[in-house]
C-alpha cells in the first residue's frame, strides 16, 4: 500500500507555519480530527480521514511541544504550563472555504496531547441531494417534514453524518419554502453556521440547557426546531410535548436503530402514546466508504458472496470492484464516503409493544420499514462504487438484514 505522509517541520522554528499547512492540507482531503499524539521520545500526526486514522507525520518531542503551544495561542487557552485539560476554538483560512476547528488539549504522561476536531466538512452546508441518499429517502423525508407537526429522529452512531443530515434538511425546507421561514435551532455546539436559521447554544452552566432552551423557543413563534441532540429525560420530554402541541421538530439521538432510539425515550420517562404519536420517523443513517476511482478494479463474486447477495445472480455482470491503495486515497483503497440510510415510522402496534415492555427486537418488529436501505446499498455494490467489505459493514442497519 502507498504511504502517504507529509514531510516533517525542519525545524522548531519552522513548527507553527508547517502546522498552519498541515491543517489546511487535512482539511482540503476531508479529514475530521487530526491527533498530535506525543509517544516515547518522538511525537506524531495523525489524521482521521473517511472515518480512519492514518498517521501521517513523525517529529521531535520539540517540535510537538512549540505546535501545541502554537495550538493554544489559536485557541485562545489560559494554562501554558500545560497541566490542565483545556479547551478552545479557532477559525480555519485557506484558499477553499474556510471553515472552524475545535481544540482540545489533555495533559498526558508524557506530554500535552492535542486533538483538533474540523467541524462539520470544513463548514460547507451540504444540500439535501448532495448526500447521496435515494431519491425514495429524499421523497420521504421531505414528506416527513412538510406534516405540520411531529419530531424528525436522526439516528445512528456516532460520526454517521446525523448532524450533516439534519443541517441539509434544514436548509432543504427553508429553500422550498420559497419565503421566509422560522427556523429556530439548540445546539450543544453549533456545528454549522446557518444563514436561513436563529441558532443558540446549549449552556446549562448558565441555566440554559437544551429543555430550557427549547421553552424559549417556543415564543419565538417557531416553524421548525431543531434539538442538537436528545440525551436526558428533561429535553425528551419537552421535546415530544412540542410535537404533540403543533409543533415540527427535529433532533437526533444517539441509538444505532430506529427500535433502540424509541425504547430509550421510553426510558427517559415518555409514554408509550406520547412517543408513537409524537415521533413521525426515524431516519437511520451510516457512511459508506466509495471505492477510490483511481486505483478501482473488478472481479467475479465469489459462491459465498453469491448466498448472502443473492440479487447478485440477477445482475448481467456478476462482478464487484476492489482496490488496491493508490497516492490519490493515500493507499487505503477508499476515497469518500456516501449516507446510506433507511426511513422507518411508528404504527399504532408499536404503542402497544412499548406499553407491554416488549424487547428491542419486538418493538422492531412493529415498525413499518417505510424506505429500506438494501437497495440503495444493492446499487452502490452493483456499480462498483463500495467493497464487499462495505456492504458488511452496513449490517447494523436493520433493512440491510435477510432480503
Ligand atoms: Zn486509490
Not at 109 to 133: F, H, Q, S, W, Y
Not at 177 to 187: C, K
Amino acid at each position: 500500500m502507498a504511504e502517504i505522509r507529509l514531510h516533517p517541520p525542519e525545524s522548531v522554528e519552522r513548527a507553527p507555519v508547517w502546522l498552519a499547512e498541515a491543517i489546511l492540507w487535512a482539511r482540503d482531503r476531508g479529514a475530521t480530527d487530526l491527533h498530535f499524539f506525543p509517544s516515547e521520545g518522538e511525537a506524531a500526526l495523525w489524521a482521521r480521514i473517511d472515518g480512519d486514522l492514518r498517521e501521517v507525520a513523525r517529529y521531535s518531542i520539540s517540535v510537538h511541544e512549540r505546535m501545541v503551544a502554537r495550538l493554544k495561542v489559536l485557541g485562545r487557552c489560559s494554562d501554558y504550563a500545560g497541566e490542565l485539560a483545556q479547551e478552545g476554538r479557532f477559525s480555519l483560512n485557506g484558499q477553499s472555504a474556510a471553515g472552524e476547528a475545535r481544540l482540545s488539549i489533555l495533559p498526558t504522561l508524557r506530554g500535552e496531547k492535542a486533538v483538533v476536531r474540523l467541524l462539520a466538512g470544513g463548514g460547507r452546508l451540504r444540500r439535501l441531494g448532495e448526500l447521496g441518499i435515494s431519491g425514495e429517502l429524499v421523497a420521504a423525508l421531505r414528506e416527513a417534514t412538510d406534516r405540520p407537526q411531529g419530531l424528525l429522529l436522526a439516528v445512528g452512531p456516532s460520526g454517521c453524518g446525523k448532524s450533516t443530515a439534519l443541517y441539509a434538511l434544514l436548509d432543504d425546507l427553508n429553500e422550498r419554502a420559497g419565503r421566509p421561514l422560522s427556523i429556530l435551532t439548540i445546539e450543544d455546539p453549533v456545528e454549522q453556521t446557518l444563514p436561513f436559521a436563529a441558532q443558540i447554544t446549549a449552556d446549562p452552566a448558565r441555566g440554559l440547557g437544551f429543555a430550557a432552551g427549547l421553552r424559549a423557543l417556543l415564543r419565538q413563534d417557531p416553524e421548525v426546531i431543531m434539538i442538537g441532540e436528545i440525551r436526558d429525560p428533561e429535553t425528551s420530554t419537552a421535546a415530544l410535548q412540542a410535537a404533540l402541541t403543533g409543533h415540527r421538530l427535529l433532533s437526533s439521538m444517539h441509538a444505532l436503530t430506529a427500535a433502540e432510539a424509541l425504547v430509550r425515550l421510553q426510558q427517559m420517562g415518555s409514554a408509550p402514546y406520547e412517543i408513537s404519536s409524537a415521533v413521525a420517523g426515524a431516519l437511520n443513517l451510516r457512511l459508506a466508504r466509495l471505492l477510490c476511482p483511481h486505483c478501482k478494479s473488478t472481479r467475479a463474486i465469489s459462491p459465498d458472496e453469491m448466498e448472502w447477495i443473492p440479487e447478485a445472480a440477477a445482475w448481467p455482470e456478476r462482478v464487484v470492484g476492489e482496490s488496491a491503495g493508490c497516492d490519490q486515497c493515500l493507499g487505503s483503497g477508499r476515497l469518500g464516503r456516501t449516507a446510506v440510510g433507511e426511513w422507518i415510522a411508528p404504527t399504532p402496534e408499536t404503542a402497544a409493544a412499548l406499553q407491554a415492555r416488549q424487547p428491542v427486537r419486538e418493538i422492531a418488529r412493529t415498525l413499518e420499514m417505510a424506505v429500506p436501505a438494501r437497495p440503495a446499498a444493492l446499487s452502490l455494490l452493483k456499480d462498483q462504487r463500495i467493497s464487499v467489505a462495505e456492504w458488511r459493514a452496513l449490517d447494523g442497519l436493520p433493512s440491510m438484514r435477510g432480503n
